[in-house]
């Protein structure tokens, strides 16, 4: 799996297989919380992460009280959902967020020294 800014990435994509394999017709949240998630989990630790963050749907699975007590006692994270609008792009979630504070207490003389200080924070942010 891709790293993500340190962490990994849940997909919902084996779940998927599960339910093929097993005949179910859908993934219910018992489904979701002692097979999916756990096989998830276990592959985001074997990679040696320790901390998950996991952004979720608005499926039924997702939300309900079992799979949120399942991510509770499991001390997962959950990501929000970013605002919508047609003029918002990912860049706007993260990369100039992070610029703008570690910009913000700095004063520049020139045009090309603001340019360049933000160049140089964008080099340092890891891949």
């Known amino acids: 799996m891709p790293e993500w800014k340190g962490r990994v990435p849940l997909t919902r994509s084996h779940c998927e297989r599960i339910t093929a394999t097993r005949?179910?017709?859908?993934?219910?949240?018992?489904?979701?919380?002692?097979?999916?998630?756990?096989?998830?989990?276990?592959?985001?630790?074997?990679?040696?992460?320790?901390?998950?963050?996991?952004?979720?749907?608005?499926?039924s699975c997702h939300i309900s009280a079992e799979t949120t007590w399942s991510l509770q006692d499991q001390k997962t994270e959950l990501t929000g959902h970013p605002s919508y609008g047609p003029d918002l792009a990912p860049n706007d979630f993260y990369l100039f967020p992070s610029v703008k504070n570690k910009l913000s207490c700095q004063r520049f003389s020139t045009h090309e020294e603001a340019v360049g200080a933000f160049r140089m924070h964008v080099l340092e942010i890891p891949q």
């Open 23 to 59: 005949g179910c017709k859908a993934v219910n949240s018992e489904c979701y919380t002692t097979t999916c998630l756990p096989e998830d989990f276990k592959e985001v630790r074997k990679n040696g992460q320790c901390r998950i963050i996991l952004h979720h749907g608005n499926a």
